[in-house]
């Protein structure tokens, strides 16, 4: 476990020293509206027609390595603006950063115009293939496609639908396909790992993506040890490896930080369910006395307390009043961040595991809160997801406070998927009877 820790950490180190050497030789700007000279935010920014790029973020910034042949003329495109096309001279120096001032333009198709305002945008979309799920993280935007789901398959993952055919596409920042592969077997969805990399779920195997020029290369792990070996470590942080002991079928579980340099597991803290535990223990007093008596052998065998023993051989977890624990944790910055909705708290920790503060949340107690909170990887903001009839919201959470911001509805109902990327939402949407397929969308937040 510590060797395949280890090596996995040598590569994440690797591949940071690779984007830092090829940040040496870029092109730093500022993206804004000619007449107002606000920021523009989500421009699109490249050199001549090649199809890396990146996209202005909050205040118009962007970086972007220089090529390395070819005349560099940069180019930027937005929604309701003219492009801009400027040629960047090589003996020339560089302004730090280069202002890119673009003009309004409105679009007439027929007899309607589109202005700045703009609607969802479409990442990915295909005549045969469905967006079954996604990851975005450093690399780019993957996409785990399929011709149909399959609902047969083994007992273990009843319930789960599998992807038959699962094609993996890797997309760039302008959702320009820069790699594309074929999965050596069907799939159930993508993950990340703690270090952040795209991680396919397989029948038998997890499958690494990395991306190789061109293509898409997979590293194979047998399923089981992935699932109890590297899935529970969800994060990373300087010398640190953030996990837990959750277990979907007992209602309470530790956070845990393990240390490289000591090669130590310490308990950060413990999340406890306590209505469901209870129920989950009160299970040994309506056994037979049979069994009873075969609950307690267990407890001298194992040291397992035997109501414990009791709640498993009942089978519990399978009741309809039983609810897996839910209470993740987030790295923010040099901050580790636990929602704790059974304390009703929301506590922060340092990566030497001292708690700074503990404050009061309850937006998940509400009715319309989903069970869910998602984190942008690039900003570190945590937003938490509400439904209101068909729509979903997002409202992001004050690292300090726990106060929730300003919420954002998403324009199409029932979207499936969400996650959130450098402010934007990006989410699975298919319309309600339709031929169309599943197609991934992303949209602006407030």
């Known amino acids: 476990m510590r060797h395949l820790i280890l090596a996995s950490l040598v590569l994440l180190l690797a591949s940071a020293a690779a984007d830092r050497a090829l940040g040496q030789a870029a092109l730093r ?11 523009l935010q989500g421009a699109h920014v490249r050199f001549g027609e ?56 409105a ?8 202005t700045a305002e703009r609607a969802p945008e479409v990442v990915f979309e295909n005549d045969t293939l469905h967006v079954g799920a996604f990851l975005v993280n450093e690399a780019g935007i993957w996409v785990l496609t399929y011709e149909r789901p399959v609902l047969w398959h083994a007992e273990a993952d009843a319930g789960k639908q599998v992807m038959r055919h699962a094609r993996v596409v890797l997309l760039d920042t302008l959702f320009a396909e ?3 592969a074929t999965l050596p077997e069907d799939a159930f969805g993508i993950v990340k790992d703690y270090g952040g990399r795209a991680v396919i779920k397989g029948e038998r195997y997890a499958w690494v993506a990395h991306r190789t020029g061109d293509s898409i290369t997979f590293g194979r ?11 529970p470590w969800t994060d990373s942080l300087s010398h640190l490896l953030i996990g837990s002991s959750h277990d979907a079928t007992y209602p309470a579980f530790d956070h845990v930080c393990y240390d490289l340099r000591s090669g130590t597991s310490h308990v950060l803290c413990s999340v406890r369910d306590e209505r469901t535990m209870s129920l989950f223990r009160s299970q040994y007093k309506y056994m037979s006395g049979r069994d009873k008596v075969m609950a307690m052998d267990l407890e001298k065998e194992t040291g397992v307390d035997r109501e414990v023993i009791a709640g498993y051989m009942t089978g519990f ?5 039983f609810r897996p624990p839910y209470a993740p944790l987030f790295v923010r910055h040099d901050t580790l961040l636990v929602f704790d909705q059974y304390a009703g708290r929301m506590r922060r920790f340092t990566p030497d595991r001292e708690e700074l503060t503990s404050v009061r949340i309850d937006f998940m107690n509400q009715r319309t809160w989903v069970g869910r909170l998602v984190q942008d990887p690039v900003t570190g903001t945590v937003h938490a997801l509400f439904h209101r009839g068909t729509r979903l919201w997002l409202r992001p959470v004050d690292a300090d406070s726990g106060v ?6 998403l324009t199409y109902p ?17 319309p309600y009877g339709s031929l169309r397929h599943r197609t991934l969308y992303r949209e602006r937040l407030k």
Do not use: C
């Open 107 to 114: 679009v007439e198709l027929g007899p309607a115009v589109i």
């Open 221 to 231: 792990m047998d399923r089981d040890r992935w699932e109890q070996e590297v899935r």
């Open 178 to 180: 820069v790699a594309r």
């Open 29 to 39: 700007g500022r993206v804004i509206d000619s007449y107002t000279g606000a920021p």
């Open 50 to 105: 090649g199809r890396e790029g990146v996209v202005s973020g909050a205040q118009g910034d962007f970086i972007l390595p220089l090529p390395v042949k070819g005349v560099w003329v940069l180019r930027v495109t937005n929604t309701g603006y003219a492009p801009a096309r400027i040629v960047v001279k090589r003996n020339e120096p560089l302004a730090d950063p280069m202002v890119v001032a673009m003009d309004r333009q």
């Open 414 to 430: 029932y979207p499936e998927e969400v996650q959130v990327a450098d402010g934007w939402a990006y989410y699975v949407y298919r």
């Open 317 to 321: 977890h399978n009741d309809l009043y």
């Open 404 to 409: 929730l911001g300003e919420a954002s509805q």
